[in-house]
């Protein structure tokens, strides 16, 4: 992936890094999940790159590097800094215990995938709630219809009572599958952006 979270260790032979430059804007998960800026040394002292968090300046080599200001010396064995993208902001989200706030809000994630999964959808707990408590009330609606197939089958109910009943199962089958139907419908529009397209038509 472009400009994605990198996990090897500096000393090793990996590709070439990516490279950071002022006005960049970065992704710093050690000290905030908001998006930074970087700038020049603001005292124009050492040739770095800085950044400004809680009113103090923090210093990277162009590879994204922490940098100790008392003696030069690289302080991290992995790179501190990440590129602004969305990928990245995605797995920070996954990676720093499912939490990455921006400016405007705070998501968390909470994931489910397998390693082996190469297709993600990330979708809101109350769509998730929705669709659970449809399933639900469908369960409990084939329950009902069963129980009342049982009963005029074992002749529990006069032939009036069990049309009546007939009518008002007919009724509650039709407002369920129209439910069930929009449901389908708006996984189906995730679904469609996946390689597996529509799963199932309504």
Known sequence: MGNS???TSKNQNTPTLATFKAGNSVLCPSLSFTS???TADPYGKRDLLALTHDGSHFYYDD???FVKVSDTETDDYQPSLFQDTPTNRQAIAILYNGRFATQANQRTVIDT???NDDEVILISSMELSDTACDIDGAIGLLNDIGM???MIYQEKMTPSQAASMA???HDSTDTWADLLSSRLNTINK???QTTFGDEVSA
Do not use: N, P
Request: proline share 0%; no cysteine.
């Open 190 to 192: 995730s679904l469609a």
């Open 148 to 150: 009342l197939l049982w």
């Open 36 to 38: 930074f800026e970087l």
């Open 113 to 115: 995938t397998d390693g």
């Open 5 to 7: 979270i990198r996990t």
């Open 63 to 65: 590879k994204g590097y």
């Open 167 to 169: 009518r008002l199962s």
